[in-house]
């Protein structure tokens, strides 16, 4: 079992930057993988990123290449995900999870996701 605890959302204006920070606890943070999900208003659950336990490799859904970017502190047992030039219908609230099947994948999807935190509302304003 983990603990994953969010912290960083807020409200932005559209255009703007935010840091997400997920702490982890109850494993050995570098043997897994973690991620990002999200859930919009009305909308599903969603895969936005993921970053393999090393930190080696990262994935992202086409939305947000080149906006989001994912990292790890395995010595601090926290995650990040550095969101850029957000857009309103980034508003959502974001979850961190944690993939503890697996170190590394090549492509990673919502259901690989086991352990979530408690999420953190993000709101861009247009």
């Known amino acids: 079992q983990v603990q994953l605890v969010e912290s960083g959302g807020g409200l932005v204006q559209a255009g703007g930057s935010l840091r997400l920070s997920c702490a982890a606890s109850?494993?050995?943070?570098?043997?897994?993988?973690m991620g990002w999900l999200r859930q919009a208003p009305g909308k599903e659950r969603e895969f936005v990123a993921a970053?393999?336990?090393?930190?080696?490799?990262?994935y992202y859904i086409d939305s947000v290449k080149g906006r989001f970017t994912i990292s790890r502190d395995n010595a601090k047992n926290t995650v990040y995900l550095h969101m850029n030039s957000l857009k309103p219908e980034d508003t959502a609230v974001y979850y961190c999870?944690?993939?503890?099947?697996?170190?590394?994948?090549?492509?990673?999807?919502?259901?690989?996701?086991?352990?979530w935190g408690q999420g953190t509302q993000v709101t861009v304003s247009s």
């Open positions: 999870a944690a993939d503890l099947n697996h170190a590394f994948k090549v492509k990673y999807s919502l259901g690989d996701f086991g352990s």
């Open positions: 109850g494993r050995t943070f570098s043997n897994y993988a």
């Open positions: 970053i393999s336990g090393g930190a080696g490799s990262a």
